[in-house]
Every structure is written in C-alpha cells, then in structure tokens.
C-alpha cells in the first residue's frame, strides 16, 4: 500500500488489553462477556477507539482494538474498570467481589502506519515527530567519543554540578511549598525556576543556561512520571557519586555544529571528538556525560529522514534461557543455538581482587580514588563486553528476519530466587529486547512479544496439547502423541507458530 501524501497522515495504534479477574477466579462466561463487550463498545465509543477482537476464558479477557495515539488511555481504562466492575456486580449478583484485578496486563503491541509498517507506540512518541507531505522524520541519537582538554573537562564537570545543584534545590523548595500548602489551601504558589538562584548562587552564570533550564524540565517529567504511576517512586536528590554525570543543551541557530573531527557547544566551543559514524540531519540537542573511569561521550540527537529499508523473507521465533542465551527457530525449521557468554562469571575473580583491594584502602585518599578507578575499568569492560554481543546478535536477526516473536520475561520476579540471580542479572534479556524493538523500528521489521502466560515449553510443537508442568532440570520429554522434544526448541518452535 503507498504511503498517504497527506500531510496531516494519522499513525492508528492497535493495542493488546488482558483484563484478568481478581484471585483468578472462573468468573467469565459468554453472558458476562457479551456484557462486558457491550460496556467497552459505549464508552470507547467516546474515546474514538475501535473495537477489533474480543475473546475470554473464564478468569480473563484478551481484547484487541485500534485508537488515536493521542487518546487517553489511562482515563479510558480506569473509566471501563469501574464502570464494567460496578454494573456487572449490580447484574449478576454471583459476582460480588472485585472484578478486575488492579494491575492489568496491558500491551501495546503494534503501530500500523500507512505503508503498514509496524513500530511501538513509545518509539512512535519519540522518534516519529511529524509527517511532511509523505516524508517521515525521525529523532535518532548518535554517540561519540570526547577527548576535552584539561579545561574543558573542569568546565563539563562544573556544569554536571551545577545542574545537579539547581536540581536539588529546586526540588527541595517545592517540597517545601507542598508542606506549607496543607497550611495555607488557598495561598498562590509559584514553582521555582533556575534563574531564581543565580542572584545568590554567582557560579550558576558561568555555565550554559539552557543545561539549567533542562535540569527543570527533568524535575517536572519525574513529577508527571510519579503521578502517572506511583510505583515510579517519589523525584530524589541527585548524588554527586551514584548518580550519572550529564547534562543537555539545545541547539540554537548553530551553537552545536561539528566541524573538522570538533563538536562545538555553547560556553565552551569547540571539543575533540572520535566521530566512528557520519550522519545527515538537523541536530536538536547534544547531552554531555561521564563515566565512572573520567571518559567524555556526547550524545547528539539528530531530526533526520527515514531511510528506506530492505524487506526480508523470513520469520523467526527466539526462546531466552541462561544455559544458552537465545534459541532461535526460523520458518525453514532451522534451529539454532546462541552460547551465553557469561562476561561476569568469567571476570568474576579480577572483580573480587579489585573489590578486595579497593576495600583496604583509607577513605578519602587518592590511593583509594586509584582503587576505585581500576574497579570502575573492569566493570566498564564487562558493560561493553555484553554491549558488543547483544548489539551483534540483535544485528543478525533484523537483518535476517521480518517477523521476530520473543517470550515476556519478568527478570524482577525471576531474580528473586537467589540461586540463579546472578546469571539473570549477567545475561541481560531486557536490554536485548529494548535493541529489538528500537532496530525493528528502525528497519521496518515487525516485533511480536507473547503474552506472558503464553506456556511455549509445556505445549507440543507438534499436536499441540499442552502438557504438565516440568521443573527446570528437565531439558528433554516425550509427548503422549510420540514426539520427543528439546525443551528450548519446542519452546521456540512454538513462539515461531504465533507469527502466523
């Protein structure tokens, strides 16, 4: 289908909702569906979201249906909740209890667009900014290496302080205003602003102002994120030794530019830096870090247009596991099997040497600073070692493959058992979706995750019955219909049949 040359071009997303009873409990027959399909056709009927697929089992609801991406979902389903809650206790009087358990599953699986690409709906918020007569621009971010000199590296270090500073201050005083508005309901407040501090605080006006004005913009995205969810966490003051070290500016008329292997930022001008990869489009904004080891990188975020890609034919289903990292099954029946690296077990005796070391020296001298630092470096490793692999297997398979099925894994629930926590923590399954999801975007490949529940290693591939329950030491079994299966195959096997 070609793409729409119409300039105001609208993105539909389908989203994927699991209403899932309170307890479990076998609630859900065809009446009670019927009624509840009834209620979210009313009231998304308000919402301007379209209805695809309705389908339960007597302790859930799958629901598949289409809307805007600027409708609020949130308001939509806490006003379904409560009113399918409230009218089916009031119909049927069996119900008494709670319906809807409080934290729903719910998923936003794809986003047709209008060449019927598919990407995620946080990924459409944030890379695809606008449509312009058929041509979609996306903000992607480049990373560079920095190599400031002495000066210059004092200068980003006084600004990663400064920012942390206004930061704290500023959410110091509105805590402060939150405390006396319970005093006083009715007295106007006004929240503080960066340039309030810099007639007291002199230093502020020696680094980039718009570093301080977007330290005010990340307070008040914390508060919008903790009132959108809770569990979030409360904003918290910014440590000088266990938070990130950055800041952001914005390009305004040229004061980012990059000229002769040098960036050039505002305050400071031009730096040193190792641009591996060229890149085309208007730069918006660069962000400045540190690492724990003293190296410099820069992060410049580029509007650009989206590059054509490539088609592929095949599909591929892909079971993660900690014995071997991926299992992958392509629509060929070829099955294949990723070692896990294991970067950290095998590092695992330099790290306790360093750790050991850096534990015998006095606190606050630079034999301990030295310590830390040669303790920092063999992390870091260990970071790029896992960074590396999971780039280049993630690499491989959008390259190869259109349809791309992975299972959900919770690793924070997983970790909880401390005898495999470790390896959880070392093998990194959810970095390694993130990289599919963004390179999906990016390559126009379509990224299907299966529902949580969905039981790949206890259903035969083959006839399909789904069997008891196996331990993890089970690694092969026999199938009543007589299949005998590999316990990761199978389940890739079937994860790949949902691509279908």
Not at 135 to 156: G, H
Not at 440 to 460: E, H, M, N, P, V
Request: net charge positive; aromatic share 10%.
């Amino acid at each position: 289908m070609k793409m729409d040359t119409n300039k105001h071009l609208v993105f539909l997303l389908n989203y994927h909702l699991v209403l899932v009873v309170k307890y479990r409990r076998k609630v859900i027959d065809d009446v009670i569906s019927a009624f509840a399909r009834q209620t979210f056709e009313r009231i998304g009927a308000s919402y301007h979201i379209t209805l695809n697929e309705w389908n339960h089992d007597g302790d859930h609801i799958h629901v598949l249906f289409k809307a805007h991406p600027n409708t609020e979902m949130s308001k939509f389903l806490n006003a379904y909740k409560s009113a399918s809650s409230r009218l089916i206790k009031r119909d049927f009087p069996h119900v008494k209890k709670q319906l809807w358990k409080m934290e729903r599953n719910v998923l936003v699986s794809k986003l047709l667009s209008g060449d019927d690409r598919r990407c995620d709906k946080r990924r459409h918020q944030t890379l695809y900014r606008k449509t312009r007569e058929g041509v979609i621009t996306l903000l992607k971010a480049y990373k560079f290496r920095l190599y400031p000199m002495k000066s210059q590296q004092e200068y980003f270090m006084k600004t990663f302080g400064c920012v942390r500073f206004v930061y704290n201050k500023m959410l110091e005083e509105r805590i402060r205003l939150y405390e006396d508005s319970k005093l006083n309901p009715g007295a106007k407040q006004k929240l503080p602003t960066p340039a309030k501090y810099k007639p007291e605080f002199a230093f502020l006006k020696d680094v980039d102002s718009l570093s301080l004005a977007n330290a005010q913009m990340d307070l008040n995205r914390a508060y919008q994120n903790f009132f959108r969810d809770q569990s979030v966490g409360f904003p918290k003051f910014k440590s000088k030794h266990n938070d990130r070290s950055s800041y952001t500016t914005n390009n305004l008329k040229g004061s980012i530019r990059i000229e002769d292997n040098k960036v050039k930022l505002p305050k400071i001008g031009f730096v040193k830096l190792k641009q591996h990869r060229p890149f085309v489009g208007v730069i918006k904004s660069a962000t400045v870090s540190m690492t724990k080891t003293r190296k410099f990188f820069i992060s410049i975020l580029v509007d650009q247009t989206e590059a054509r890609w490539v088609p592929a034919k095949n599909k591929v289903g892909i079971d993660l596991g900690l014995e071997h990292f991926a299992i992958l099954t392509n629509d060929e029946w070829v099955s294949e099997k990723v070692a896990n690296p294991r970067f950290l077990r095998k590092s695992e005796e330099k790290i306790k040497k360093a750790q050991r070391a850096l534990s015998r020296k006095k606190k606050g001298s630079k034999n301990r600073d030295k310590a830390r630092r040669i303790l920092a470096k063999k992390h870091e490793k260990i970071a790029h070692q896992r960074q590396d692999f999971l780039h280049k297997l993630s690499k491989r398979i959008v390259d190869d493959n259109q349809v791309i099925v992975v299972e959900t894994l919770k690793s924070k629930n997983m970790m909880k058992n401390h005898k495999i926590a470790k390896s959880i923590g070392d093998v990194s399954w959810y970095e390694f979706i993130r990289q599919l999801e963004y390179k999906c975007t990016f390559y126009g490949r379509t990224l299907i995750k299966a529902d949580q529940w969905y039981a790949s290693t206890q259903i035969c591939s083959s006839c399909g019955v789904k069997g008891e329950k196996k331990t993890l030491d089970v690694r092969e079994w026999a199938c009543t219909c007589g299949a005998r299966h590999d316990r990761d195959i199978n389940a890739s096997i079937n994860l790949l049949l949902l691509a279908d």
